[in-house]
């Protein structure tokens, strides 16, 4: 008898021991599922929503990421909620920009390959082989990225060997660089860089990072027409996460909305933003 759905059995794929990434496992048995096997045929052209500004900074045992809510096409707001900070495991984040579907496509299947890993080997993956793993996907994207769907996510976490937060930044080559102290990635990137350059402080406790963090984006969305600021109408805050030994976890929007409303009343008699 043939295994397969109408037997009641799994495919002999799933039987035979293989590695521990599950990424591997799909381009060989599924590669229609990975998204860099869908390019667009040639010629073709595509406008589709961008994420656009991701910030992230270290604290005394953490890390910080946070991210606007906007995604643009073209000239055109294609939506103001959007979320581009995930978590991808207990002691990681990752920060998206780019294509957006695409990325969150990406996102969702590093998701499952680190839990893949965990599964498979009984224990996490080290932080930079996550970083490592993450750069690889990026890597085989890079036939729809020279089609201009491109993903640059940032991804960050707690290092348990290390007893610290660190960064990683991506180039669309794949490319993996560890970043430190601070960094941004999207189109109101420099303007954020600025600001964390200014208000960054090494020993930082994790509420001043977030303030920082806010404070980044802020200027980004001063300057960046794609970069959405806090949106004070709709109550629409920026996406923090927290990463330090505790785990991964996300500030309540009550907490951002409350350090948003510091920043613009600290702000409202001094634009420039010095305190």
Same mark, same amino acid.
């Given at each position: 008898?043939?295994?397969?759905?109408?037997?009641? @059995?799994?495919?002999?794929?799933?039987?035979?021991?293989?590695? =521990? =990434?599950?990424?591997?496992?799909?381009?060989?048995?599924?590669?229609?599922? $990975?998204?860099?096997?869908?390019? $667009?045929?040639?010629?073709?052209?595509?406008?589709?929503?961008?994420?656009?500004?991701?910030?992230?900074? #270290?604290?005394?045992?953490?890390?910080?990421?946070?991210?606007?809510?906007?995604? #643009?096409?073209?000239?055109?707001?294609?939506?103001?909620?959007?979320?581009?900070?995930?978590?991808?495991?207990?002691?990681? $984040?990752?920060?998206?920009?780019?294509?957006?579907?695409?990325?969150?496509?990406?996102?969702?299947?590093?998701?499952?390959?680190?839990?893949?890993?965990?599964?498979?080997?009984?224990?996490?993956?080290?932080? !930079?082989?996550?970083?490592?793993?993450?750069?690889?996907?990026?890597?085989?994207?890079?036939?729809?990225?020279?089609?201009?769907?491109?993903?640059?996510?940032?991804?960050?976490?707690?290092?348990?060997?290390?007893?610290?937060?660190?960064?990683? =930044?991506?180039?669309?080559?794949?490319?993996? +660089? !560890? !970043?430190?102290?601070?960094?941004?990635?999207?189109?109101?990137?420099?303007?954020? @860089?600025?600001?964390?350059?200014?208000? +960054?402080?090494?020993?930082?406790?994790?509420?001043?990072?977030? @303030?920082?963090?806010?404070?980044?984006?802020?200027?980004?969305?001063?300057?960046?027409?794609?970069?959405?600021?806090?949106?004070?109408?709709?109550?629409?805050?920026?996406?923090?996460?927290?990463?330090?030994?505790?785990?991964? @976890?996300?500030?309540?929007?009550?907490?951002?909305?409350?350090?948003?409303?510091?920043?613009?009343?600290?702000?409202?008699?001094?634009?420039?933003?010095?305190?």
């Amino acid at each position: 008898m043939t295994a397969g759905p109408e037997s009641g @059995r799994l495919p002999s794929a799933y039987l035979v021991p293989g590695s =521990s =990434s599950f990424t591997e496992f799909l381009s060989a048995h599924a590669p229609a599922l $990975l998204p860099s096997r869908r390019p $667009l045929p040639p010629q073709a052209t595509l406008d589709a929503p961008h994420g656009t500004t991701i910030v992230t900074v #270290t604290f005394r045992g953490g890390v910080v990421m946070a991210g606007d809510r906007r995604a #643009t096409m073209g000239n055109i707001i294609a939506n103001r909620d959007m979320e581009k900070v995930f978590a991808t495991d207990e002691y990681s $984040l990752v920060g998206i920009a780019g294509t957006a579907g695409l990325a969150i496509e990406l996102v969702r299947l590093f998701q499952v390959e680190l839990e893949h890993y965990e599964k498979i080997e009984g224990t996490l993956m080290s932080l !930079e082989g996550k970083a490592n793993r993450l750069a690889s996907m990026i890597r085989g994207n890079l036939g729809m990225a020279m089609q201009g769907l491109a993903v640059v996510p940032m991804f960050a976490g707690y290092d348990l060997i290390e007893d610290r937060g660190r960064i990683f =930044s991506y180039d669309v080559t794949g490319g993996c +660089y !560890e !970043e430190h102290d601070h960094h941004s990635v999207g189109s109101g990137s420099l303007f954020a @860089r600025g600001a964390m350059k200014k208000l +960054y402080r090494r020993d930082q406790a994790a509420g001043d990072a977030v @303030r920082v963090a806010v404070e980044a984006l802020y200027d980004a969305a001063d300057d960046d027409s794609a970069t959405g600021g806090p949106d004070v109408g709709r109550r629409i805050w920026p996406t923090v996460g927290v990463v330090d030994a505790e785990g991964a @976890r996300f500030v309540t929007d009550d907490e951002v909305a409350g350090v948003v409303e510091a920043v613009i009343a600290d702000r409202r008699d001094n634009p420039g933003g010095a305190r």
